[in-house]
């Protein structure tokens, strides 16, 4: 296990289709975070997951979103109905909830042209 | 090298100069505290966290000091390497130190010239 695997690392998709990304987080960590982060700002909350149960879920996730932990291992984030201002990086990161901070993979940079 | 009162978002050091990168957090609430190190085309990777108990704590190069009465959180980092450039985030817990959701500060460019 070499940390927490996020695919695709790009992603360029048009207007108004609908993208799923991925998150594998690391094999023993139960929290799973997804965060946006747009040019120049730092990450922003989009939700959280402890083992399959989502327990939060920020106001920046608009019904276009959704997010799912089926078996409490990996995630996946979809976006339907793509906009230009959805355009950002989509981080997701895993914890024990023991404190230590996260582990963040390195994201899926999504461009909606 | 540091930046001093308000925040900067960039910081330019000598290669070896000590680096002083400062952060104003909003909740007087948060009990937990993390900076983390981005470079381009990466995700945050952590580097020190503290506890609001703690004033000081201490890594390998690095020491983040907290003080809770202005709010005020500083990532110091010793003999500045090339390597430690990147863009630097300090992260609070908020009121939900339970759920471990973060609030990320704006980020401090560090550029360090060899």
């Known amino acids: 296990d070499t940390g927490v695997s996020q695919n695709p690392r790009h992603k360029i998709t048009k207007r108004g289709q609908n993208v799923t990304f991925r998150c594998d987080p690391i094999s023993e960590h139960n929290r799973l975070y997804w965060y946006r982060q747009t040019l120049g700002q730092g990450p922003e909350f989009l939700t959280y997951f402890q083992n399959e149960a989502q327990l939060e879920k920020s106001r920046l996730l608009s019904d276009r979103f959704s997010a799912e932990r089926p078996k409490g291992s990996f995630s996946t984030l979809e976006i339907q109905r793509t906009e230009q201002g959805d355009s950002a990086m989509y981080l997701c990161?895993?914890?024990?909830?023991?404190?230590?901070?996260?582990?963040f993979g390195s994201g899926t940079r999504l461009t909606v042209v | 090298g540091e930046s001093v009162g308000l925040h900067l978002p960039t910081l330019s050091v000598q290669e070896g100069d000590n680096s002083i990168i400062n952060c104003a957090y909003s909740?007087?609430?948060?009990?937990?505290f993390i900076w983390y190190k981005q470079e381009s085309g990466k995700g945050p990777q952590f580097i020190i966290d503290i506890r609001s108990n703690m004033d000081k704590r201490q890594g390998q190069r690095v020491t983040v000091l907290l003080n809770k009465t202005v709010k005020h959180l500083s990532l110091q980092i010793a003999a500045t390497q090339p390597g430690d450039s990147a863009v630097y985030f300090c992260a609070e817990t908020g009121r939900s130190s339970n759920t471990g959701k973060l609030i990320f500060g704006q980020g401090t460019t560090l550029q360090v010239k060899p």
């Open positions: 990161a895993s914890s024990t909830g023991g404190g230590g901070g996260y582990t």
């Open positions: 909740n007087s609430a948060s009990d937990y």
